[in-house]
C-alpha cells in the first residue's frame, strides 16, 4: 500500500497490509440508488442540476456524513453489515493483483477512465453512467475517475503508524476524511490507485461519492 516514489508524504511510506475478505460494489452509488434512501428517510437530494434525472451516473456533492448516513441505511433495509470501505481495502480493490499506477499500466493512455485528460471524448465538466469503461480483473468500475470515493478512514499526512491487518486507520483529527480514485475532473496524477485527496466530514464537492462494502 502507499507510493515509495511520491513526491508527497501522505503516500508513504509504503507497507504491507493483510486484508481479510470482503464484499464491495461493483459500481460507485448511483444517483438512482440514492434518490431511494432519500425518498425514504428526507434526506436531501444533492442540487445536481441538469444530471438529477440521470439515475445511472454516481452521485456527487456528498459529504462524508452523508455518505455514512446511506451506509446505515442500507444496512437497516437489508439485515446486511454495510458501511464505507477503510483506506485499505479500497486500495487493494482498486489495484486488484496489480503493481502499476494504475490498474491498466503505466500511464493514462486513452479511453480508461473518465478524468480531466483522460481522452474519452466526454465531457470532464460532469460525471457518466456507472461501468461505461472496463472493468478492472476484481471486476470493478470506476475505482479511477468519475466520481471520488469516500472511505471511513481519518486523514493522517503519512501512513506512520497505520495498521496492517486492514482496518481502518483512526486518530488524529477525525474531522478530515479520505477520498480515493480521482474524478471526472481530476487530472490523471489523481487517479492513480496510491493517490489520495480529504474534505472535512461535513463538506462535499461535485465530484465526491461512494461506494459500499459488505461485512457480512
Known amino acids: 500500500m502507499g507510493n515509495p516514489l511520491s513526491l508527497t508524504s501522505d503516500e508513504r511510506p509504503e507497507h504491507s497490509v493483510t486484508i481479510k475478505s470482503f464484499a464491495i460494489g461493483v459500481h460507485e452509488i448511483t444517483v438512482g440508488d440514492y434518490r431511494k434512501f432519500a425518498q425514504?428517510?428526507?434526506?436531501?437530494m444533492p442540487k445536481l442540476g441538469p444530471m438529477a434525472e440521470q439515475n445511472d451516473i454516481p452521485i456527487t456533492f456528498l459529504s462524508w456524513n452523508d455518505a455514512l448516513a446511506y451506509a446505515k441505511w442500507l444496512s437497516q433495509q437489508t439485515g446486511?453489515?454495510?458501511?464505507?470501505?477503510?483506506e485499505a481495502q479500497w486500495e487493494y480493490a482498486a489495484r486488484a493483483g496489480t503493481s502499476t499506477p494504475y490498474w491498466w499500466g503505466r500511464g493514462i493512455g486513452r479511453g480508461n477512465a473518465h478524468c480531466f485528460a483522460c481522452d474519452t471524448g466526454l465531457d470532464p465538466r460532469q460525471p457518466t453512467a456507472v461501468g461505461r469503461f472496463k472493468a478492472n480483473p476484481f471486476g470493478l468500475h470506476d475505482t479511477a475517475g468519475n466520481a471520488q470515493e469516500w472511505v471511513?478512514?481519518?486523514?493522517?499526512?503519512?501512513?506512520?503508524?497505520?495498521?496492517?491487518?486492514?482496518?481502518?486507520?483512526?486518530?488524529?483529527?477525525c474531522s478530515v476524511r479520505?477520498?480515493?480514485?480521482?474524478?471526472?475532473?481530476?487530472?490523471?496524477?489523481?487517479?492513480?490507485?496510491?493517490?489520495?485527496?480529504?474534505l472535512?466530514?461535513?463538506?462535499?464537492?461535485?465530484?465526491?461519492g461512494l461506494r459500499v462494502v459488505r461485512r457480512n
Open 40 to 44: 425514504a428517510t428526507g434526506a436531501k
Open 80 to 86: 446486511k453489515e454495510y458501511s464505507l470501505p477503510s
Open 152 to 173: 471511513y478512514d481519518c486523514f493522517h499526512s503519512s501512513y506512520d503508524g497505520a495498521p496492517g491487518d486492514g482496518g481502518v486507520f483512526e486518530g488524529g483529527d
Open 178 to 198: 479520505v477520498l480515493r480514485g480521482g474524478g471526472y475532473g481530476s487530472g490523471p496524477d489523481r487517479l492513480t490507485n496510491s493517490a489520495r485527496d480529504k
Open 200 to 208: 472535512r466530514v461535513e463538506r462535499g464537492n461535485d465530484q465526491s
